[in-house]
C-alpha cells in the first residue's frame, strides 16, 4: 500500500509560480511512476503530468498540453518525493491538485491508470 500526501498548495496571482510536493511511503518507490492530476469545481479529475520510473534508460515525463513549457514535474528517489513546479500560472490553473502513483514504471496519462492517489492541494489563482 502507498501513502501520498500532498502540500504546497495556495493562492497566488496571474504570473506567479508554486511548487506542489508529494511525499510517498510504503510500497518500493523508485519502481513505480507518478503522477499529477488536477480538478476544477464541477469538472472532471484531468492529467497534468507524469514521470516514469527511473531506468537504464533515464527517465521519461508527459504533459498534459495546456502546462507544456509551464510545469515541470520531477521526483527525487533518495527521498521518496514528487514534485510539480508550476510557472507562469493562469488563473485556469485553478484546481485541487492530486499526486498519483501507479504499479507501473511507464507514464500514464489517464485517471484509471494510477492506483494510489493523494488528498489533494488546493491551488487558486486570481487574475
Known amino acids: 500500500q502507498v501513502h501520498l500526501a500532498e502540500s504546497g498548495g495556495g493562492s497566488v496571482q496571474a504570473g506567479g509560480s508554486l511548487r506542489l510536493s508529494c511525499a510517498a511511503s510504503g510500497g518500493t518507490f523508485t519502481s513505480v511512476a507518478m503522477g499529477w492530476f488536477r480538478q476544477a469545481p464541477g469538472q472532471e479529475r484531468v492529467f497534468v503530468a507524469s514521470i516514469s520510473a527511473p531506468s537504464w534508460s533515464g527517465i521519461t515525463t508527459s504533459y498534459a498540453e495546456p502546462v507544456k513549457g509551464r510545469f515541470t514535474i520531477s521526483r527525487d528517489n533518495a527521498k521518496n518525493m514528487v514534485y510539480l513546479q508550476m510557472n507562469s500560472l493562469k488563473p485556469e490553473d485553478t484546481a485541487v491538485y492530486y499526486c498519483?502513483?501507479?504499479?507501473?514504471?511507464?507514464?500514464?496519462?489517464?485517471?484509471?491508470?494510477?492506483?494510489?492517489w493523494g488528498q489533494g492541494t488546493q491551488v487558486t489563482v486570481s487574475s
Open positions: 498519483a502513483a501507479r504499479r507501473v514504471a511507464i507514464v500514464g496519462v489517464a485517471v484509471g491508470e494510477y492506483d494510489y
